[in-house]
């Protein structure tokens, strides 16, 4: 199974692993590191772990949260279900989609 965050203001494709981890913050080395003008996403701002059961997001105790939907996430992993949205931070957003499905 395979997935891909969508963004959703700039609706840039990011292909996920098949497994692993990924991180999303402005540190050097993260995966997806969003344009410095986004000073709402920290360095090291949130974890996604993809699996064969699924995607889980955590949050890196950011200082404006990791959220699915209205829910700000805690540090432990959440599922991520397709179609679901991820706000990283006020203004960081991706839909997740799994590849085949169009959401």
């Keep these: 199974m395979s997935y891909t ?3 959703t203001l700039t609706k840039y494709r990011h292909s996920l692993p098949d497994s692993g981890y990924i ?3 402005h540190r050097n080395g ?3 590191k969003p344009p410095p003008i986004l000073s709402d996403v920290d360095p090291d701002h949130c974890e996604v772990r993809i699996t064969k059961e699924g995607v889980y997001v955590r949050d890196m105790r ?3 949260g990791t959220y699915i939907g209205m ?3 805690s540090t432990d992993f959440v599922e991520l279900k397709p179609g679901t949205l991820l ?3 006020k203004s ?3 839909k997740l989609e799994k590849n ?3 959401i």
Excluded: P, Q, T
Aim: hydrophobic content about 35%; aromatic content about 8%; proline content about 0%.
């Design 5 to 7: 965050f969508v963004d």
């Design 23 to 25: 991180k999303i913050g």
């Design 30 to 32: 993260n995966h997806i």
């Design 62 to 64: 950011s200082r404006e």
């Design 71 to 73: 829910d700000r996430l």
């Design 87 to 89: 706000r990283v931070g």
């Design 92 to 94: 960081l957003g991706f």
């Design 100 to 102: 085949g499905d169009s």
